[in-house]
T-cell receptor
């Protein structure tokens, strides 16, 4: 199977700082990656679609200036939470699309962000 | 965005077979049906995928009727380690205008000894 590596797995930061989360497809190239947010006991909410070499597309209600996404290569997408606040504390997960669109996703292990 | 409906929770005992049904009435012609398992504080893990009829792998079976408006994930002889949330995914239109797999509420399976 395909492997998607996400790190860090856990980060604690002070309010007002920025945090970068990396998502790498280790054994395949991923033109498209996705970023999700998950609150306790809730489902995954799609935040944005990250496309290699172009700007990310954000879902309605997601602030693009707060959640900066860069997909500079076919194996790496990054999510930067800028000027983090306690309400940004959440579990962030990435996925990479392998094969045909809408066919199968492989997920990273997630990043637990805690903003103090 | 969720286009699937599943029971919120299910309880079972070790050794039993568990069947989780998902409704996806508006599934598109070219959509696959994909099931994922998620443990707390982990990313979802692929279980099984199918398009029609029946698919079986080493961990589960997936039954899809001819109209494809529902599917049933079957877990044979569950153990305590199968306690997790199970998600059924089909495609949905996202902000890019293309279809992508999106998550519904999922089914929280609790296996008791």
């Amino acid at each position: 199977g395909a492997v998607v590596s996400q790190h860090p797995s856990r980060v604690i930061c002070k309010s007002g700082t920025s945090v970068k989360i990396e998502c790498r497809s280790l054994d395949f190239q991923a033109t498209t990656m996705f970023w999700y947010r998950q609150f306790p006991k809730q489902s995954l909410m799609l935040m944005a679609t990250s496309n290699e070499g172009s700007k990310a597309t954000y879902e309605q209600g997601v602030e693009k200036d707060k959640f900066l996404i860069n997909h500079a290569s076919l194996t790496l997408s990054t999510l930067t939470v800028t000027s983090a606040h306690p309400e940004d504390s959440s579990f962030y997960i990435c996925s990479a699309e392998k094969g045909a669109a809408n066919e199968k996703l492989f997920f990273g292990s997630g990043t637990q962000l805690s903003v103090l | 965005l969720a286009k699937t409906t599943q029971p919120i929770s299910m309880d079972s005992y070790e050794g039993q077979e568990v069947n989780i049904t998902c409704s996806h009435n508006n599934i598109a012609t070219n959509d696959y049906i994909t099931w994922y398992q998620q443990f707390p504080s982990q990313g979802p893990r692929f279980i099984i995928q199918g398009y029609k009829t029946k698919v079986t792998n080493e961990v589960a079976s997936l039954f899809i009727p001819a109209d494809r408006k529902s599917s049933t994930l079957s877990l044979p002889r569950v153990s305590l380690s199968d306690t997790a949330v199970y998600y059924c995914l089909v495609g949905d239109i996202v902000a890019t205008g293309r279809r992508a797999l999106t998550f519904g509420s999922g089914t929280r399976l609790q296996v008791q000894p």
